[in-house]
């Protein structure tokens, strides 16, 4: 037994100091990226056309394929259950294609090949999928469409539709999307100023919108999100009821990323909640 306590460390040896058994040390946590989402029916419609869907990974491991993150936002229309549909479709798709065009490749530790498409390709690839499948299993149906696949700092984003992206710092809310609407169209000529678009009566006709026709012009751009910054996803049921100041002050303020988008959303109903709203905040991992 003596010999067994000396083995152990638990005895002590005549002589010298007491010997403290050897403790394992935990291991520091990786950096992840945090996500926080959520959606919400609004104060005056009786469903949700909005859909949102976020897949992330981590590995633990040191190998190739680091984690990412693929946030997609999509904000129905058509009426009845048409919208709906539409905005389900289109979110599924474009995560599909993504998965399938550009992390299974990346995951299995394929070679990049020459003919393999960049990752605005990826994107325009995976939402032209989604036009097509709106436009054949939903007649008369449509979305928008604005999903960002989250790199490390770097955001890669397709858009399409008045749905947005901000980047937001310490600075505040700079939006990095551009709307597809009659209104801003309208601004940009010169033909009504910012205010008056905000009450114009058809400020939510969109020219451009996933399902609506057979070849779609997709927006890409690729961002650097800042140190300590976040990246916000979000459908018109927020932008056009919560100011960007507010916005800023709400995720400046929040404990956590998940109650800074339950914020936001409790925001907007208290502005009248007329519109489904949807919220994706991301925050990459520090370093």
């Given at each position: ?32 990226l945090?996500?926080g ?8 419609r ?10 992330t ?15 997609i ?22 995560a ?20 393999q498409?960049?990752l ?34 770097r ?5 399409v539709?008045?749905s ?12 990095i ?67 960007e ?8 303020t ?34």
């Amino acid at each position: 037994m003596r010999f067994l306590r000396n083995l152990l460390g638990l005895a002590k040896p005549s002589g010298s100091a007491p010997i403290s058994p050897a403790l394992p040390t935990a291991p520091s946590p990786r950096p992840r990226l945090e996500v926080g989402w959520a959606t919400d029916v609004g104060e005056v419609r009786h469903h949700n056309e909005d859909a949102a869907l976020v897949i992330t990974a981590e590995h633990g491991d040191d190998g190739a394929a680091p984690g990412l993150g693929i946030l997609i936002l999509a904000d129905g229309m058509g009426g009845q259950q048409a919208g709906e549909v539409a905005s389900s479709i289109a979110a599924r798709i474009v995560a599909y294609t993504i998965v399938r065009q550009f992390y299974l490749p990346l995951l299995t530790g394929q070679e990049r090949l020459a003919d393999q498409p960049a990752l605005n390709e990826v994107l325009v690839n995976a939402v032209q999928a989604a036009n097509n499948a709106v436009a054949g299993q939903v007649p008369g149906g449509g979305t928008t469409l604005t999903c960002a696949l989250v790199l490390g700092s770097r955001a890669y984003v397709a858009h399409v539709g008045d749905s947005r992206a901000y980047i937001v710092s310490g600075e505040g809310l700079s939006q990095i999307t551009h709307d597809h609407s009659l209104v801003d169209r309208l601004v940009e000529l010169g033909q009504l100023t910012r205010d008056e678009a905000t009450i114009h009566p058809q400020k939510n006709v969109l020219y451009r919108a996933v399902g609506q026709s057979g070849t779609l012009e997709v927006d890409t751009s690729m961002h650097v999100i800042p140190q300590g910054g976040r990246l916000l996803l979000c459908s018109d049921g927020l932008w056009t009821m919560v100011s960007e100041a507010e916005m800023a002050y709400i995720i400046a303020t929040a404990p956590s990323l998940q109650e800074a988008c339950n914020g936001l959303i409790a925001a907007a109903n208290r502005a009248g909640g007329p519109d489904n709203i949807t919220v994706i905040l991301v925050e990459p991992p520090a370093g």
